[in-house]
């Protein structure tokens, strides 16, 4: 549910993009897009591609779909991105508002505000206003510095040199009514693992009583081709939003992005699940056991466990969506992509 939320907030920056796009004074477009150190964009910029970099400075605004948009320059507006990596190592004037399977603020970079959705946010610079984060692992370095609220959704890994001035909160923002000490209570650290732990459990066990063939032969897949897994899981995670941006470019196209993020959003999450359920299976394997049920609670208390650790907790959970999505969309392949390829070929 978590990744599928995360992924509905990315539909909603990739929409608020569009008007970006019509108004942009300048669009560019490739397998890499790079702005030069030492050159400058004047006015908005809007780039397309597998790879965009900003080393010099674009005066405007920023936007960006991509495999990875890197920062390592200055813009002095906004930047939107929507990218399977989105990496802020300069300076970036107004709000960064990222869509992303990983969101990095790195070390001596500065941002006026933060606002993202992703598999892993990791910031380890200065933010001078909020940040608003929906993410399994949201990890505050020890040079982080945020300059007002912090309001994140997922596991929260903070380093104890790390600063926030405003307020740390879970969830949405808390209601205006002051609590009776003057200070907004904040829920135990353990409520929110759990809840999603609860929530992944009840998808799992729906998934296997309603599809049980189907199921194991995602999780052998998982196990026997991991790697292959891997491979098709990154594919998947950074071309299908690259795809989409490409098809919301047009106004005709913007019905179907919006409708190919809904289903992408349910694809994340049930091959995060499926990622928990392969786990689970391999380590029963190897204790010589096999029951499909115990495998599904293992593989979900065993990621909801190591994901309470700064920075593995993050890199474990993004590694089992991998394998999970990966699995899941070779298995569709296998049942449906075949099938098609044979039926056209007896038609010819």
């Given at each position: 549910m978590k990744r599928a939320l995360s992924v509905l907030a990315a539909v909603l920056?990739?929409?608020?993009?569009?008007?970006?796009?019509?108004?942009?004074?300048?669009?560019?477009?490739?397998?890499t897009v790079v702005i030069e150190e030492g050159e400058t964009v004047k006015g908005d910029l809007t780039a397309?591609?597998?790879t965009?970099?900003?080393?010099?400075?674009?005066?405007?605004?920023?936007?960006?779909?991509?495999?990875?948009?890197?920062?390592?320059?200055?813009?002095?507006?906004?930047?939107?991105?929507?990218?399977?990596?989105?990496?802020?190592?300069?300076?970036?004037?107004?709000?960064?508002?990222?869509?992303a399977g990983t969101v990095v603020v790195?070390?001596?970079?500065?941002?006026?505000?933060?606002?993202?959705?992703?598999?892993?946010?990791?910031?380890?610079?200065?933010?001078?206003?909020?940040?608003e984060a929906a993410a399994g692992s949201v990890s505050l370095g020890p040079d982080a510095v945020v300059g007002g609220d912090l309001t994140y959704d997922g596991a929260l890994n903070r380093h104890p040199d790390a600063t926030v001035a405003g307020t740390v909160r879970e969830g949405s923002p808390a209601s205006p009514v002051p609590a009776p000490i003057g200070e907004i209570p904040t829920p135990p650290p353990w409520l929110g693992p759990v809840y999603w732990l609860l929530v992944n459990?009840?998808?799992?066990?729906?998934?296997?009583?309603?599809?049980?063939?189907?199921?194991?032969?995602?999780?052998?897949?998982?196990?026997t081709e991991t790697l292959k897994s891997v491979g098709v899981g990154v594919l998947a995670l950074v071309g299908v939003p690259i795809a989409l941006g490409l098809v919301a470019i047009t106004l005709v196209g913007i019905p179907l992005s919006v409708a190919g993020a809904l289903v992408f959003a349910l694809l994340l999450w049930?091959?995060?699940?499926?990622?928990?359920?392969?786990?689970?299976?391999?380590?029963?394997?190897?204790?010589?056991?096999?029951?499909?049920w115990v495998a599904l609670a293992?593989?979900?208390?065993?990621?909801?466990?190591?994901?309470?650790?700064?920075?593995?907790g993050g890199f474990v959970d993004l590694l089992v969506l991998l394998v999970g999505l990966g699995a899941l969309s070779l298995a569709l392949y296998g049942r449906y992509g075949e099938a098609w390829n044979d039926e056209r070929t007896t038609t010819a």
């Open positions: 920056v990739v929409l608020s993009l569009f008007s970006g796009v019509a108004a942009a004074q300048e669009t560019r477009s490739g397998e397309v591609a597998g965009v970099v900003v080393q010099g400075t674009v005066d405007g605004d920023l936007t960006a779909f991509g495999g990875d948009v890197l920062v390592e320059g200055e813009v002095t507006g906004d930047a939107d991105a929507f990218a399977g990596t989105v990496r802020v190592a300069g300076d970036v004037g107004g709000e960064v508002s990222a869509a790195s070390e001596d970079a500065s941002v006026g505000a933060l606002s993202t959705a992703g598999g892993n946010v990791a910031i380890d610079g200065t933010v001078a206003g909020d940040v459990l009840v998808l799992g066990a729906v998934l296997l009583a309603a599809f049980p063939r189907f199921s194991d032969g995602v999780s052998t897949t998982a196990r049930v091959g995060s699940v499926y990622g928990r359920f392969a786990l689970g299976a391999w380590l029963l394997a190897l204790a010589d056991a096999e029951n499909r293992l593989g979900l208390v065993v990621v909801a466990v190591v994901g309470l650790l700064p920075y593995l």
